[in-house]
């Protein structure tokens, strides 16, 4: 099951509060309720499932972009395996035109993407 981030922020505030005392964990209902809890905030990351290997930032395209966004990849996960900073992707994704309209998880569930906007642009040498 998928959380949202106002929902993990509330469980790390029930930890935290509860983490304060300090024989909590001599209380097995509050121990339980902690670790119950930790599942919620674990990773629902794709990256750290399946990372991307590295990825050719000239060969990237606004199709390829938005496929990976799609998939549950972040921005800071695509930044990462294609080199670079936030200034320099900044500018890409405002010469793509990617809008923000276009990254709202309800916009990028209803696009369709070919099988050439699926291929993500590899680094040669880094394929898997």
Same mark, same amino acid.
């Given at each position: 099951?998928?959380?949202?981030?106002y929902q993990?922020?509330q469980a @790390?505030?029930?930890?935290?509060? +509860?983490t304060?005392?300090?024989?909590?964990?001599? !209380?097995?209902q509050a121990?339980?309720? /902690?670790?119950?809890?930790?599942e919620v905030?674990?990773?629902?990351?794709?990256?750290d499932?399946k990372?991307?290997?590295?990825?050719?930032?000239?060969?990237?395209? @606004?199709?390829?972009y938005?496929? +990976?966004?799609?998939?549950?990849y972040?921005?800071? !996960?695509?930044?990462k395996?294609?080199? /670079?900073?936030?200034a320099?992707f900044?500018e890409?994704?405002?010469?793509n035109?990617?809008r923000?309209?276009?990254i709202?998880?309800q916009?990028l569930?209803?696009?369709?993407?070919?099988d050439?906007?699926k291929?993500?642009?590899?680094l040669?040498?880094d394929h898997d």
């Amino acid at each position: 099951m998928s959380y949202t981030k106002y929902q993990k922020r509330q469980a @790390r505030r029930v930890i935290f509060a +509860m983490t304060l005392e300090e024989n909590w964990r001599d !209380d097995q209902q509050a121990v339980q309720k /902690v670790q119950k809890l930790s599942e919620v905030i674990g990773s629902d990351s794709i990256a750290d499932s399946k990372p991307l290997p590295k990825l050719d930032f000239d060969k990237l395209t @606004r199709k390829n972009y938005l496929y +990976m966004l799609q998939n549950g990849y972040l921005v800071r !996960d695509i930044r990462k395996a294609l080199g /670079v900073g936030t200034a320099r992707f900044g500018e890409w994704v405002r010469a793509n035109r990617v809008r923000r309209y276009d990254i709202k998880e309800q916009n990028l569930s209803k696009m369709t993407f070919t099988d050439e906007d699926k291929k993500i642009p590899v680094l040669e040498g880094d394929h898997d």
